[in-house]
T-cell receptor, first 114, second 114 residues
Framework: GAVVSQHPSWVICKSGTSVKIECRSL??????MFWYRQFPKQSLMLMAT?????????EQGVEKDKFLINHASLTLSTLTVTSAHPEDSSFYIC??????????FGNGTRLTVT | AQSVTQLGSHVSVSEGALVLLRCNYS??????LFWYVQYPNQGLQLLLK??????LVKGINGFEAEFKKSETSFHLTKPSAHMSDAAEYFC????????????FGTGTSLTVIP
């Protein structure tokens, strides 16, 4: 079946550096991708929606200059956390959907900023 | 607009006992409803979904959920808990017209006591 691959599964970075998380659809064309963030002991929060070839639409309260989303192809979307701070430490999950396909989730990325 | 409420952020049951995880939703249109499970250090996995067919939905690992429109509920049950069921469970709702954007509940952490 369709699979969404998210990489890396975990990453540790120093405060002030940038981290890129990739989300790939392996056997379908992901026309729409979603990025979520899970705070400790809280639910998943939708951060942004990206359609291939278009600028991402960010949810209220999400800083678009801090969380850069690129969806340049039908199989790849990236989330870059710029100038990361410890409060950005979280679990980030992507999901993807294509024409006629259900929504598939990646396995998530655990980001720890030291 | 859609929203989901999960009553009880933590539920503990004895091994072999009934599992009941509660989910109530708010939606302006008949929604699609989902239960996801997140095992420790893993990504989200779809347990089951309701998409306007049978109101009693059977999922993986012996779980099932019943859509009750009059109660705006979609509670998750399993007759007999296993130790391996210990995980975090998320209820989610989506708008069937778009099918893309998901709204998640805050999650319920299930502990199974031997």
């Amino acid at each position: 079946g369709a699979v969404v691959s998210q990489h890396p599964s975990w990453v540790i970075c120093k405060s002030g550096t940038s981290v890129k998380i990739e989300c790939r659809s392996l056997d379908f064309q992901a026309t729409t991708m979603f990025w979520y963030r899970q705070f400790p002991k809280q639910s998943l929060m939708l951060m942004a929606t990206s359609n291939e070839g278009s600028k991402a639409t960010y949810e209220q309260g999400v800083e678009k200059d801090k969380f850069l989303i690129n969806h340049a192809s039908l199989t790849l979307s990236t989330l870059t956390v710029t100038s990361a701070h410890p409060e950005d430490s979280s679990f980030y999950i992507c999901s993807a959907r294509g024409p006629g396909s259900p929504l598939h989730f990646g396995n998530g990325t655990r980001l720890t900023v030291t | 607009a859609q929203s989901v409420t999960q009553l009880g952020s933590h539920v503990s049951v004895s091994e072999g006992a009934l599992v009941l995880l509660r989910c109530n939703y708010s939606s302006s249109v008949p929604p699609y409803l989902f239960w996801y499970v997140q095992y420790p250090n893993q990504g989200l996995q779809l347990l089951l979904k309701y998409t306007s067919a049978a109101t009693l939905v059977k999922g993986i690992n012996g779980f099932e959920a019943e859509f009750k429109k009059s109660e705006t509920s979609f509670h998750l049950t399993k007759p007999s808990a296993h130790m391996s069921d210990a995980a975090e469970y998320f209820c989610a709702v989506s708008d069937p017209d778009t099918g893309n954007q998901f709204y998640f509940g805050t999650g319920t952490s299930l502990t199974v006591i031997p």
